[in-house]
């Protein structure tokens, strides 16, 4: 009986041992093809059930004209009510929808796409304990055979996070099909470094994350900014 008190109470402590993720994460990409040469840093900021996305595009180099910088819009989710949030500061527009980027198995499987999940292990990146997938998506419909590998490497060290960023202006949240295949296959916590395939220059892109600030965000970072229009577009709720 004392066996299985004990084996009780480890079980319960590993299910306690990984809280919510609560912070911001800085991650950073370089990249380099035909068009352009540069850097793309995204900051993740999450807190309880919110999260804020921020993405800086400055390229060095480029071959449509002189280098700058971009940033991509805010996002802003809400996962207590399923919502996203897109701010423009060129138009100074907050425009407040259903989740878009949270597709259904069976949506995927409508237009033919298999998503699989491969373990491969357990690796050190930098100071995090990580387990490394590979996620395989196929479409048999595309007459080429589409095929696509992404690798990821999750740690639990920092908590477990609402959003894996999987790929440049690429997020799985919460809910979506591939976060859930995820979840199945283990892969809980937060990406500390993500690769994919350049399709120009068949080289890895790879993505890290450099920098963890701990502590609670504070709320006004998940709210639109004083003076922002809000719009609210009730009907591109997505389907499926």
């Given at each position: 009986m004392k066996k299985y008190v004990i084996a009780f109470f480890f079980s319960t402590l590993l299910k306690v041992s990984f809280p919510q993720a609560q912070g911001t994460f800085i991650?950073?990409?370089d990249y380099s093809d035909p068009i352009a040469t540069g850097k793309v840093i995204t900051k993740i900021y999450e807190s309880k059930s919110m999260v804020r996305i921020e993405s800086n595009n400055t390229s060095t180099k480029s071959s449509l004209g002189p280098p700058k910088s971009e940033d991509q819009d805010i996002i802003l989710m809400n996962f207590d009510n399923s919502t996203e949030t897109h701010l423009s500061a060129e138009r100074k527009t907050a425009i407040i929808t259903q989740f878009t980027m949270v597709m259904s198995e069976e949506a995927l499987k409508n237009i033919g796409t298999l998503e699989t999940i491969q373990n491969?292990?357990?690796?050190k990146i930098g100071?995090?304990?990580?387990?490394?997938?590979?996620?395989?998506?196929?479409?048999?419909?595309?007459?080429?055979?589409?095929t696509a590998k992404k690798d990821f490497w999750i740690t639990k060290d920092l908590g477990i996070g609402y959003v894996h960023f999987v790929g440049s202006y690429?997020?799985?949240?919460?809910?979506s099909a591939a976060f859930k295949k995820l979840a199945d296959a283990g892969a809980e916590g937060i990406v500390v470094r993500w690769q994919v395939i350049d399709p120009m220059t068949k080289q890895p892109k790879i993505c890290n994350l450099i920098n963890y600030q701990s502590g609670q965000v504070p709320a006004s970072n998940f709210?639109?900014?004083s003076g922002y229009q809000v719009i609210h577009h009730e009907n591109m709720t997505p389907k499926g």
């Open positions: 991650y950073e990409t491969m292990g357990q690796e100071n995090y304990s990580c387990t490394h997938f590979v996620m395989t998506s196929t479409n048999p419909k595309y007459k080429s055979g589409y690429l997020y799985y949240p919460k809910g709210a639109p900014p």
